[in-house]
């Protein structure tokens, strides 16, 4: 492709606006991960027949969670995402086709891979577009804090998954043994990693024109994402993980122990299958 169409392509995705397309795909992906967080042996549309508002405020939560637990954090009011009422009756609109549709036509739609991977692109569209205003929101705020700027920014990107464990306390179910601390998702990762990047970009440590450098962040969430939805990619870190924390995390001492020194618990557990055999052995003779 040439450069400088390239280049036109990269600012004009820079400059698009979330509302109403990009922000619908939004809704309609957490109501989905909603509705299939519920219960599968009573149903999720047993559920929202019987508790509509726990199910409303559960999607809201999870809808607006990148905001909620961003302004909490930096000390502005929570309720703030309730302020814009088209955003607000949009997600409600939404909620209400995904739930309460005929025949659930509109869920089913939306499952449908052609749609899905559509929705799927227009969301990680929208992540890069919270990732990047979430660094400079905070950047302003607390210029030199980088530790925050790329907190926020992670939290702007993948706030539903950390908003999760509320989200389930809402609809009556507590699962602490869960939560993006224990088992962070490829998606709080790639935040994190595209927070980063929008700040070394911010300190002048990438010499890229800006609209390449959000460009290349949105292709990276895109590319991921649909190799999850077609090729079942979920976690593209995983293996570098693994290899960081083998290395740096005790994994190669511990593989070193186990190799020179023996586990007490195993010579014991030899000892008794072998007086097992014994026993065995002479009560075959005896017979």
């Known amino acids: 492709m040439d450069p400088k169409t390239f280049m036109d392509i990269a600012t004009v995705v820079t400059k698009l606006k979330m509302y109403p397309y990009f922000d619908i795909a939004h809704y309609v992906l957490m109501c989905c991960s909603v509705r299939e967080d519920m219960p599968q042996v009573t149903g999720p549309l047993a559920f929202s027949r019987k508790h509509p508002l726990s199910c409303w405020f559960s999607c809201m939560l999870i809808c607006f969670a990148g905001s909620f637990i961003a302004n909490l954090l930096l000390g502005e009011p929570c309720l703030t995402p309730f302020k814009d009422h088209k955003s607000l ?54 210029p030199n804090a980088y530790v925050i700027i790329v907190m926020i920014g992670t939290i702007k990107g993948a706030g539903s998954g950390m908003m999760k464990n509320v989200d389930r306390l809402v609809r009556g179910i507590w699962v602490p043994t869960t939560n993006e601390l224990l088992q962070p998702t490829f998606y709080t990762k790639a935040s994190a990693v595209a927070s980063l990047v929008f700040l070394l970009e911010r300190q002048g440590l990438i010499s890229v024109p800006h609209p390449l450098v959000y460009f290349g962040v949105v292709i ?68």
Request: glycine letters at 4%; aromatic letters at 16%; a positive charge.
């Open 89 to 142: 009756i949009t997600a409600t609109v939404v909620w209400y086709l995904i739930f309460y549709s005929p025949f659930d036509i509109v869920y089913k739609i939306v499952k449908f891979l052609p749609f899905k991977i559509v929705l799927a692109m227009l969301k990680e569209t929208q992540r890069a577009h919270k990732v990047y205003h979430g660094v400079i929101h905070t950047a302003k705020l607390y």
């Open 220 to 287: 990276f969430f895109i590319y991921f994402k649909l190799s999850s939805i077609i090729l079942g990619i979920h976690d593209p870190f995983g293996p570098f993980e693994n290899l960081f924390c083998a290395i740096f995390m005790g994994g190669i001492w511990d593989a070193m122990r186990r190799a020179v020194t023996k586990e007490p618990k195993k010579e014991e557990e030899s000892k008794d299958m072998r007086n097992d055999v014994i026993k065995s052995k002479e009560d075959k003779k005896r017979d």
